[in-house]
């Protein structure tokens, strides 16, 4: 008779990157356990945490701190805490919770199942190698919402951006073979996918250092040819690599959508420099109105970091004229926080916690004004939504996203959930726009996928 298996809780914290790092972490232990939802029952306890703020890095400390009353329940419990948290302190965290049982970094991938089997012995192991080169983990079939995956294509960062933790604690830079990430797209259409979002945390520089070289467009060509792909994503882009090859792509290939998450982090030229991140505000402008021209429509996000140390008001002023000009649909922003390691951590003028976060509610109103007003651009017009579930405000409502990434709530049938179907943007809001379902009086809901239009361009 088969062994029932153990059960695994895993507890995932931070980007996308680290979503899908969750479900490969599940994969290699899926023979030995089953995934559960309730933390009660769980034989294994992993958290996957984030490092990239301050903030993150407290979450995930006080999770582990609150899990010793757990533990004291279930002796036999093993838990353990994985990803950037511990690639960056090691047995540091050994040392500060005794009920911890074994530490694993970004990469211990494969190696994850030996380390729990130590763990369950009695040992307290800790992995935090860093390789050169990309490790293929087998992949899980798996959606972050119906008809959607998340698909790696890359690891590391080479930038050494000054305030930015993750070449530390992710490592060099490395690419997925294609064949590979191809075969993943294949497997994931044939079984009816039809989103695909490619991760890296630099994809522009995709390709380099592979045997056969190829670069991050060739790649999105090569994906576009495969049939059922309906939508491709991808992030995070760096705007000093962004090609204007790229920029064809995004004429060319009727499944890129039109959306790019292009991280621009300040306004100022000064602050630019002392960030290093090797572009200036003019260059990132003339990419974006490029953009811009290229692929009409396209809905441009990107990252802001407000109080970088020496950042003066002069300076901010320029961030908020920036965000005007490139006219962004969405932004993310954040209070600058000092990270172990980073340059920019050592730098004089630190500005002072008040100051950063007048500035940053001074730049999500900014923020917020631009957004409202990419929402009523919208407004009259019908597009296509994949849907993705019920609207996390009402249960009566459908939630899904547009090509360019806006979130739209609407009336209509559960049925309509992982299909495509055009909805009359009636409403914008702050957040989401509002629509009705065009199709409400058309017996086959009309979700049924179908290959889109070459995009007609003037
Ligand atoms: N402080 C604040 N924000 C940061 N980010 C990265 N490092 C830091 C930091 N030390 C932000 C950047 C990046 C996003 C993923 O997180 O804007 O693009
Ligand atoms: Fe961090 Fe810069 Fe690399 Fe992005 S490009 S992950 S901000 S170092």
Redesign the pocket.
């Known amino acids: 008779m088969a062994v029932p298996k153990k059960k695994l809780y895993l507890r995932t914290f931070g980007c996308q990157m680290n979503v899908a790092d969750s479900e490969q972490l599940a994969q290699v232990l899926a023979s030995e356990y089953d995934l559960t939802q309730r933390p009660e029952e769980a034989d294994l306890y992993l958290i996957n945490t984030c490092a990239i703020r301050r903030k993150a890095e407290e979450k995930v400390k006080s999770l582990l701190g609150s899990l010793k009353f757990l533990k004291a329940r279930r002796p036999q419990l093993i838990v353990g805490v994985g990803g950037c948290v511990a690639q960056q302190e090691g047995d540091r965290l050994l040392a500060a919770a005794p009920h911890l049982n074994l530490v694993f970094g970004t990469q211990a991938g494969r190696r994850l199942p030996d380390l729990v089997r130590r763990a369950a012995q009695g040992q307290r192991p800790v992995d935090i190698a860093l390789r050169c080169g990309y490790e293929e983990l087998p992949p899980r079939p798996w959606s972050p919402a119906p008809g959607q995956t998340l698909v790696t294509i890359m690891q590391g960062?080479d930038?050494?951006?000054t305030f930015?933790v993750?070449?530390y604690v992710r490592g060099r830079e490395a690419s997925r073979e294609p064949a590979a990430i191809v075969r993943q797209v294949s497997d994931f259409l044939a079984a009816g996918g039809l989103e695909v979002t490619l991760l890296g945390?630099?994809v522009n520089s995709y390709g380099r250092g592979l045997a056969k070289p190829i670069t991050f467009t060739g790649l999105l060509r090569r994906l576009s040819e495969l049939p059922g792909l309906r939508r491709l994503r991808f992030a995070?882009s760096?705007p000093r690599d962004l090609s204007d090859d790229l920029m064809v792509a995004y004429r060319q290939l009727p499944a890129l959508c039109e959306h790019l998450h292009l991280p621009v982090q300040s306004g100022s030229n000064r602050i630019l420099q002392a960030m290093n991140r090797g572009y200036s505000r003019e260059e990132y402008l003339e990419k974006v109105a490029r953009l811009r021209q290229a692929c009409p429509g396209i809905a441009i996000s990107t990252d802001l970091i407000v109080g970088f140390p020496g950042e003066t008001e002069a300076d901010f002023a320029q961030t908020l004229e920036l965000m005007r000009e490139a006219a962004f649909e969405q932004s993310f922003s954040f209070k600058y926080s000092p990270r172990p390691q980073t340059r920019a951590a050592g730098f004089p003028d630190q500005v002072p916690e008040e100051v950063k976060a007048a500035r940053l509610s001074r730049l999500q109103a900014r923020q917020d004004e631009l957004t409202l007003a990419a929402h009523a651009r919208l407004v009259g017009q019908v597009k296509e939504v994949l849907v993705e579930g019920l609207s996390k405000r009402s249960a009566k409502q459908l939630c899904g996203r547009l090509r360019t990434n806006q979130v739209v709530n609407f009336s209509g049938p559960r049925e309509l959930v992982g299909r495509f179907t055009p909805v009359a943007l009636t409403e914008a809001q702050p957040h989401s726009l509002k629509g009705t379902w065009a199709l409400a009086h058309s017996p086959d809901l009309g979700g049924c996928p179908r290959q889109p239009q070459r995009r007609q361009h003037v």
């Open positions: 960062c930038n050494f951006c930015c993750v070449p945390q630099n995070t760096h």
